[in-house]
């Protein structure tokens, strides 16, 4: 069982097909203007989550179902994405409409991967087919021939394994820049840091069938 949180930047078509074949969701949330995302989709959230400033026409569709809104306000301390993260019941938490158009809102949508790993709720986003998952240890067993970036957040002492291009303890700061695409070589792969990272793998992946984090 796990929870699927709907921010309101751009999904793909297909991705949802993708979530079906992978996710059993027992709490769906739609966060303001990304209950579209759902209703389009023919999904019925348990809750709606925002200030219903992004909902536009979707709104009246919304009240039609009766589906229960939890309001925030603009003074609020927290985003709307971060207020869903919280009322999550369930893991792993999925995470779909981060890449929104202005880069306030996809930083913000970012970093509730890393209150989600905070928290200690294993979750994983969905980009541009791209899986976006955050952490400082992992083993994975990624399809070869995949790409994958590694993107730290801070200065950072980086290990890639199992990759074409294999690192080995490899500094990453402002100056000292690492590769940041690489290929699956391997069948089980290694990527180690001593601070958080994120790590984007290039098309829809389920991490959690076999990830270890």
Same mark, same amino acid.
Request: aromatic letters at 10%; a negative charge.
């Given at each position: ?39 389009? #989709?023919? &999904? ?5 989550? $925002?200030?219903?400033? !992004?909902?536009?026409? /979707?709104?009246? @569709? ?83 021939? #995949?790409? &994958? ?5 801070? $200065?950072?002492?980086? !290990?890639?394994?199992? /990759?074409?291009? @294999? ?47």
């Amino acid at each position: 069982m796990s929870t699927l949180i709907s921010l309101n930047g751009h999904v793909e078509s297909g991705l949802f097909e993708f979530l079906r074949e992978n996710f059993n969701f027992n709490q769906v949330l739609g966060v303001d203007g990304g209950t579209r995302h759902l209703l389009r #989709a023919n &999904i019925r959230p348990n809750m709606v989550v $925002g200030d219903l400033d !992004s909902m536009g026409s /979707f709104i009246g @569709e919304v009240l039609d179902l009766r589906l229960p809104i939890l309001i925030s306000y603009p003074d609020k301390d927290f985003t709307d994405g971060e207020r869903a993260l919280q009322l999550s019941q369930s893991a792993p938490v999925v995470i779909v409409g981060v890449w929104g158009e202005e880069i306030d809102h996809l930083l913000g949508n970012l970093a509730l991967l890393k209150m989600a790993y905070g928290l200690n709720k294993p979750a994983v986003a969905y980009g541009f087919k791209e899986t976006i998952l955050f952490g400082r240890d992992f083993t994975l067993h990624i399809p070869q021939g #995949a790409t &994958i970036s590694v993107i730290p957040t801070a $200065g950072t002492v980086l !290990s890639e394994r199992g /990759f074409k291009w @294999e690192l080995e303890s490899v500094f990453w700061s402002n100056y000292a820049v690492p590769p940041i695409s690489n290929i699956v070589a391997e069948p089980v792969q290694h990527i180690s840091a001593d601070k958080e990272v994120f790590v984007l793998v290039k098309g829809y992946w389920n991490p959690f069938s076999d990830l270890t984090v």
